[in-house]
Protein backbone atom coordinates (compact mmCIF):
# COMPACT_ATOMS: atom_id res chain seq x y z
CA UNK A 1 0.00 0.00 0.00
CA UNK A 2 1.43 3.17 -1.18
CA UNK A 3 1.84 5.96 1.70
CA UNK A 4 0.25 9.14 0.98
CA UNK A 5 2.26 12.13 1.84
CA UNK A 6 0.66 15.85 3.07
CA UNK A 7 2.53 18.99 2.42
CA UNK A 8 1.84 20.00 6.15
CA UNK A 9 4.02 17.03 7.29
CA UNK A 10 6.97 17.93 5.68
CA UNK A 11 6.61 21.53 4.29
CA UNK A 12 4.09 23.50 6.18
CA UNK A 13 3.79 27.39 5.64
CA UNK A 14 7.26 26.97 2.97
CA UNK A 15 6.24 27.81 -0.31
CA UNK A 16 8.61 24.65 -2.04
CA UNK A 17 10.73 22.24 -0.67
CA UNK A 18 13.62 20.87 -2.40
CA UNK A 19 16.26 18.15 -1.88
CA UNK A 20 19.10 16.50 -4.19
CA UNK A 21 17.67 12.67 -4.09
CA UNK A 22 20.20 9.69 -4.52
CA UNK A 23 18.95 6.81 -5.50
CA UNK A 24 20.95 3.35 -5.84
CA UNK A 25 19.75 -0.05 -6.05
CA UNK A 26 19.11 -0.81 -2.58
CA UNK A 27 15.73 -0.82 -0.86
CA UNK A 28 17.05 1.28 2.03
CA UNK A 29 18.50 4.02 0.02
CA UNK A 30 15.73 4.58 -2.64
CA UNK A 31 12.56 6.75 -2.03
CA UNK A 32 9.35 4.49 -0.71
CA UNK A 33 6.51 4.03 -2.87
CA UNK A 34 3.87 7.01 -2.55
CA UNK A 35 1.29 9.35 -3.55
CA UNK A 36 0.83 12.88 -3.26
CA UNK A 37 -2.47 14.18 -1.24
CA UNK A 38 -2.18 17.85 -2.03
CA UNK A 39 1.17 18.66 -3.97
CA UNK A 40 2.73 18.14 -7.51
CA UNK A 41 6.99 18.14 -8.23
CA UNK A 42 9.09 18.76 -10.73
CA UNK A 43 12.12 16.26 -11.10
CA UNK A 44 15.13 16.41 -13.19
CA UNK A 45 17.78 13.93 -13.20
CA UNK A 46 21.22 15.11 -12.75
CA UNK A 47 23.15 11.76 -13.25
CA UNK A 48 23.41 7.83 -13.47
CA UNK A 49 19.96 6.16 -15.25
CA UNK A 50 16.65 4.17 -13.61
CA UNK A 51 13.01 4.01 -13.91
CA UNK A 52 10.10 5.88 -12.14
CA UNK A 53 7.08 3.09 -11.22
CA UNK A 54 4.22 4.10 -11.73
CA UNK A 55 1.06 2.52 -10.84
CA UNK A 56 -2.29 3.34 -11.88
CA UNK A 57 -4.56 0.75 -13.78
CA UNK A 58 -1.42 -1.50 -13.89
CA UNK A 59 2.17 -0.95 -13.24
CA UNK A 60 3.99 0.80 -15.89
CA UNK A 61 7.85 1.43 -15.65
CA UNK A 62 9.34 4.74 -17.21
CA UNK A 63 12.93 4.85 -17.96
CA UNK A 64 15.16 8.03 -16.43
CA UNK A 65 18.01 9.17 -17.83
CA UNK A 66 20.63 12.24 -17.21
CA UNK A 67 18.90 15.14 -18.76
CA UNK A 68 14.56 13.78 -17.73
CA UNK A 69 12.44 16.32 -16.49
CA UNK A 70 9.13 14.78 -15.04
CA UNK A 71 6.44 16.49 -13.89
CA UNK A 72 4.88 14.44 -10.92
CA UNK A 73 0.89 14.52 -10.34
CA UNK A 74 -0.75 14.23 -6.84
CA UNK A 75 -2.91 11.29 -7.79
CA UNK A 76 0.80 8.82 -9.42
CA UNK A 77 1.28 6.19 -6.94
CA UNK A 78 5.04 5.87 -7.76
CA UNK A 79 8.71 4.93 -6.17
CA UNK A 80 11.77 5.28 -8.20
CA UNK A 81 14.88 2.80 -8.42
CA UNK A 82 18.45 2.35 -9.88
CA UNK A 83 21.35 4.00 -9.88
CA UNK A 84 20.76 7.93 -10.08
CA UNK A 85 20.71 11.49 -8.32
CA UNK A 86 17.77 14.02 -9.41
CA UNK A 87 16.63 17.32 -7.97
CA UNK A 88 13.00 16.99 -6.50
CA UNK A 89 11.21 20.16 -6.05
CA UNK A 90 7.75 19.91 -4.66
CA UNK A 91 5.18 22.31 -4.22
CA UNK A 92 1.75 23.01 -3.21
CA UNK A 93 -0.96 22.35 -5.87
CA UNK A 94 -3.06 24.63 -5.55
CA UNK A 95 -0.26 27.02 -5.93
CA UNK A 96 0.88 25.69 -9.03
CA UNK A 97 -2.90 25.76 -10.54
CA UNK A 98 -3.13 29.58 -9.52
CA UNK A 99 0.03 30.02 -11.55
CA UNK A 100 -1.22 28.14 -14.59
CA UNK A 101 -4.64 30.47 -14.29
CA UNK A 102 -2.93 33.61 -13.99
CA UNK A 103 -0.62 32.91 -16.81
CA UNK A 104 -2.78 31.18 -19.45
CA UNK A 105 -0.40 28.33 -19.04
CA UNK A 106 -1.55 25.80 -22.58
CA UNK A 107 -2.35 22.44 -21.74
CA UNK A 108 -1.96 22.18 -17.62
CA UNK A 109 -5.13 20.83 -16.75
CA UNK A 110 -4.99 18.53 -19.39
CA UNK A 111 -2.00 17.29 -17.95
CA UNK A 112 -3.59 16.13 -14.48
CA UNK A 113 -5.91 13.87 -16.39
CA UNK A 114 -3.10 11.80 -18.67
CA UNK A 115 -3.09 8.43 -17.76
CA UNK A 116 1.11 8.93 -17.02
CA UNK A 117 3.15 11.58 -15.94
CA UNK A 118 4.47 13.89 -18.74
CA UNK A 119 8.04 14.16 -19.46
CA UNK A 120 10.43 16.02 -21.26
CA UNK A 121 14.44 16.47 -21.95
CA UNK A 122 16.83 19.53 -21.34
CA UNK A 123 20.44 19.61 -21.28
CA UNK A 124 22.51 18.72 -18.25
CA UNK A 125 24.17 22.39 -18.38
CA UNK A 126 21.45 24.19 -19.99
CA UNK A 127 19.27 26.97 -18.67
CA UNK A 128 16.49 24.62 -17.43
CA UNK A 129 19.29 22.38 -14.89
CA UNK A 130 20.63 25.58 -14.31
CA UNK A 131 17.36 26.69 -12.97
CA UNK A 132 16.97 23.17 -10.79
CA UNK A 133 20.34 24.31 -9.27
CA UNK A 134 19.29 27.75 -8.49
CA UNK A 135 15.92 26.30 -7.22
CA UNK A 136 17.44 24.38 -5.04
CA UNK A 137 20.67 26.41 -3.80
CA UNK A 138 17.61 28.75 -2.26
CA UNK A 139 15.95 26.57 -0.67
CA UNK A 140 18.86 26.30 2.18
CA UNK A 141 19.23 30.37 1.90
CA UNK A 142 15.02 31.24 2.39
CA UNK A 143 12.62 29.80 -0.61
CA UNK A 144 10.63 32.83 -2.28
CA UNK A 145 7.03 32.12 -4.41
CA UNK A 146 9.62 33.68 -7.40
CA UNK A 147 12.00 31.23 -7.07
CA UNK A 148 9.35 28.93 -7.95
CA UNK A 149 7.77 30.91 -10.15
CA UNK A 150 10.80 30.97 -11.84
CA UNK A 151 11.54 27.24 -12.35
CA UNK A 152 7.94 27.49 -13.75
CA UNK A 153 8.56 29.59 -16.53
CA UNK A 154 11.12 27.71 -17.51
CA UNK A 155 10.08 23.98 -17.12
CA UNK A 156 6.58 24.90 -18.93
CA UNK A 157 7.59 25.71 -22.62
CA UNK A 158 9.72 22.40 -22.98
CA UNK A 159 6.30 20.11 -21.45
CA UNK A 160 4.17 21.84 -23.64
CA UNK A 161 6.30 20.68 -26.55
CA UNK A 162 6.70 17.64 -25.32
CA UNK A 163 2.97 17.43 -24.93
CA UNK A 164 2.68 18.77 -28.32
CA UNK A 165 0.52 21.63 -26.65
CA UNK A 166 0.35 24.76 -28.61
CA UNK A 167 -2.42 27.20 -27.16
CA UNK A 168 -4.55 27.36 -24.15
CA UNK A 169 -7.73 25.78 -25.35
CA UNK A 170 -9.57 27.51 -22.51
CA UNK A 171 -11.79 30.10 -23.41
CA UNK A 172 -11.29 33.24 -22.07
CA UNK A 173 -14.59 33.71 -20.08
CA UNK A 174 -13.87 30.70 -18.38
CA UNK A 175 -10.34 31.42 -17.21
CA UNK A 176 -11.62 34.78 -16.03
CA UNK A 177 -14.33 33.25 -13.80
CA UNK A 178 -11.97 31.01 -12.53
CA UNK A 179 -9.96 33.25 -11.57
CA UNK A 180 -11.62 35.49 -9.99
CA UNK A 181 -12.89 33.31 -7.34
CA UNK A 182 -10.04 33.09 -5.75
CA UNK A 183 -11.05 35.97 -4.24
CA UNK A 184 -12.38 36.40 -0.74
CA UNK A 185 -15.73 37.97 -1.59
CA UNK A 186 -16.66 35.85 -4.26
CA UNK A 187 -16.26 32.58 -2.32
CA UNK A 188 -18.84 33.56 -0.06
CA UNK A 189 -21.13 33.29 -2.48
CA UNK A 190 -20.04 30.14 -4.40
CA UNK A 191 -22.23 28.85 -7.02
CA UNK A 192 -24.41 31.39 -8.10
CA UNK A 193 -21.07 33.90 -8.46
CA UNK A 194 -19.06 31.60 -11.00
CA UNK A 195 -22.39 31.43 -12.89
CA UNK A 196 -22.84 35.31 -12.42
CA UNK A 197 -19.01 35.82 -13.88
CA UNK A 198 -18.93 33.42 -16.75
CA UNK A 199 -22.40 34.87 -17.86
CA UNK A 200 -22.99 31.42 -19.34
CA UNK A 201 -25.72 28.95 -18.51
CA UNK A 202 -25.20 26.43 -15.94
CA UNK A 203 -25.18 23.44 -18.32
CA UNK A 204 -22.65 25.60 -20.56
CA UNK A 205 -20.48 25.67 -17.95
CA UNK A 206 -20.81 22.40 -16.49
CA UNK A 207 -19.30 21.03 -19.46
CA UNK A 208 -16.58 23.64 -19.95
CA UNK A 209 -15.43 22.62 -16.33
CA UNK A 210 -15.53 19.32 -17.15
CA UNK A 211 -13.47 19.50 -20.14
CA UNK A 212 -10.74 22.29 -19.22
CA UNK A 213 -10.40 21.66 -15.49
CA UNK A 214 -12.06 17.83 -14.94
CA UNK A 215 -14.32 18.64 -12.07
CA UNK A 216 -17.93 20.17 -11.85
CA UNK A 217 -18.50 23.92 -10.86
CA UNK A 218 -19.77 22.89 -7.45
CA UNK A 219 -16.14 20.88 -7.12
CA UNK A 220 -14.21 23.39 -8.18
CA UNK A 221 -15.71 26.21 -5.79
CA UNK A 222 -15.49 23.56 -2.43
CA UNK A 223 -11.74 22.74 -4.03
CA UNK A 224 -11.16 26.76 -4.14
CA UNK A 225 -12.56 27.40 -0.42
CA UNK A 226 -10.94 24.34 1.12
CA UNK A 227 -7.55 25.85 -0.49
CA UNK A 228 -8.43 29.54 0.87
CA UNK A 229 -9.74 28.28 4.43
CA UNK A 230 -5.85 26.50 4.46
CA UNK A 231 -4.55 29.85 3.90
CA UNK A 232 -6.44 31.83 6.58
CA UNK A 233 -5.22 29.16 9.28
CA UNK A 234 -1.95 29.87 8.42
CA UNK A 235 -1.63 33.32 8.32
CA UNK A 236 -4.75 34.73 10.71
CA UNK A 237 -5.94 34.08 14.22
CA UNK A 238 -9.49 33.84 13.44
CA UNK A 239 -11.52 31.09 14.72
CA UNK A 240 -12.29 27.95 13.12
CA UNK A 241 -16.56 29.37 12.61
CA UNK A 242 -15.36 32.77 11.28
CA UNK A 243 -12.93 30.98 8.86
CA UNK A 244 -15.79 28.93 7.49
CA UNK A 245 -17.92 32.00 7.36
CA UNK A 246 -15.46 33.93 5.21
CA UNK A 247 -14.86 31.01 2.79
CA UNK A 248 -18.53 30.28 2.17
CA UNK A 249 -18.99 27.26 4.25
CA UNK A 250 -22.33 26.57 5.71
CA UNK A 251 -21.64 25.39 9.01
CA UNK A 252 -18.37 24.60 10.90
CA UNK A 253 -19.09 20.58 11.12
CA UNK A 254 -19.57 20.81 7.31
CA UNK A 255 -16.25 22.57 6.85
CA UNK A 256 -14.34 20.49 9.15
CA UNK A 257 -15.32 17.30 7.31
CA UNK A 258 -14.36 18.50 4.00
CA UNK A 259 -11.11 19.94 5.39
CA UNK A 260 -10.69 16.47 6.79
CA UNK A 261 -11.40 14.68 3.82
CA UNK A 262 -8.68 16.74 1.79
CA UNK A 263 -5.65 17.37 4.24
CA UNK A 264 -6.35 14.58 6.52
CA UNK A 265 -6.69 16.55 9.79
CA UNK A 266 -8.96 18.50 11.34
CA UNK A 267 -8.75 22.31 10.78
CA UNK A 268 -7.21 22.88 14.06
CA UNK A 269 -5.06 20.34 14.04
CA UNK A 270 -3.79 21.87 10.89
CA UNK A 271 -3.46 25.18 12.41
CA UNK A 272 -0.96 23.73 15.23
CA UNK A 273 1.36 22.13 12.65
CA UNK A 274 1.41 25.41 10.49
CA UNK A 275 1.59 27.78 13.28
CA UNK A 276 5.04 28.00 14.11
CA UNK A 277 6.40 27.99 10.20
CA UNK A 278 4.38 31.01 8.91
CA UNK A 279 2.38 33.20 12.36
CA UNK A 280 4.95 35.22 14.10
CA UNK A 281 5.67 34.23 17.79
CA UNK A 282 4.24 37.14 19.06
CA UNK A 283 0.67 35.59 17.81
CA UNK A 284 1.90 31.70 19.26
CA UNK A 285 -0.53 32.34 22.47
CA UNK A 286 -2.95 29.87 23.98
CA UNK A 287 -6.20 31.81 22.91
CA UNK A 288 -5.75 31.66 19.37
CA UNK A 289 -7.85 28.34 18.50
Given at each position: ????????????????????????????????????????????????????????AG????????GD??????????????????????????????????????????????????SA?????????????????????????????????????????????????????????????????????????????????????????????????????????????????????????????????????????????????????????????????????????
Amino acid sequence: MATVLRWVEFAAGLPYHAALVPVTGSRRDRPEPHSHADFHELVFVTAGAGKQVVWGAGETELPLRAGDVVLVRPQDRHEFAGAMSFVNIAFPSERWRAFADLAGLAGTAEWDRRDLPLSARAALDGPIAQEFARVLAAYSGGPRVLDLVRLWTAVVPILERADGAALDQRPAWLVSACVAMSREENLREGLPRLLAMAAVSPGHLARSMRRHYGCTPVAFVARRRLEHAALLLTTTTDGIGRIAQRCGFSGQSYFGRLFQEKYGMAPRDYRQATRRAVVPAALDTPDIK
